[in-house]
């Protein structure tokens, strides 16, 4: 069984930085397209980023295009996500996610086959 465990959130003023991590076991994490998606309360749990095994191929939602940056690290079974210029808006309960079977098809959360618990971003204005 797939596990993922999330780090390095926290709380941060507006304009700062932050990077979170995922660690993965339990599978063979460099076959796995990876994700990160966000959700605040009351809202569906939104796309943020993906990478593809190799990270040679890597999306973003446009409201982090730019801002945000997704690596991964296959021989420490690693992910990460590298957050510049945070708004408040960017506030969230930070998810990484792991796609066993990639289709090719960005940011489809339902596709997702593991989740992490979670790690909580505060960015104050």
């Known amino acids: 069984q797939v596990q993922l465990v999330e780090s390095g959130g926290g709380l941060v003023q507006a304009g700062g930085s932050l990077r979170v991590s995922c660690a993965a076991s339990?599978?063979?994490?460099?076959?796995?397209?990876m994700g990160w998606f966000r959700q605040t309360p009351g809202k569906e749990r939104e796309f943020v980023a993906q990478i593809s095994w190799s990270g040679g191929s890597t999306y973003y939602a446009d409201s982090v295009k730019g801002r945000f940056t997704i690596s991964r690290d296959n021989a420490k079974n690693m992910l990460y996500l590298q957050m510049d210029s945070l708004k408040p808006e960017d506030t969230a309960v930070y998810y990484c996610a792991a796609d066993r079977y990639p289709t090719g098809r960005v940011g489809v959360r339902n596709l997702y086959d593991y989740w992490g618990q979670g790690t909580q971003v505060t960015v104050s204005s």
């Open positions: 339990g599978g063979t994490f460099s076959t796995f397209t």
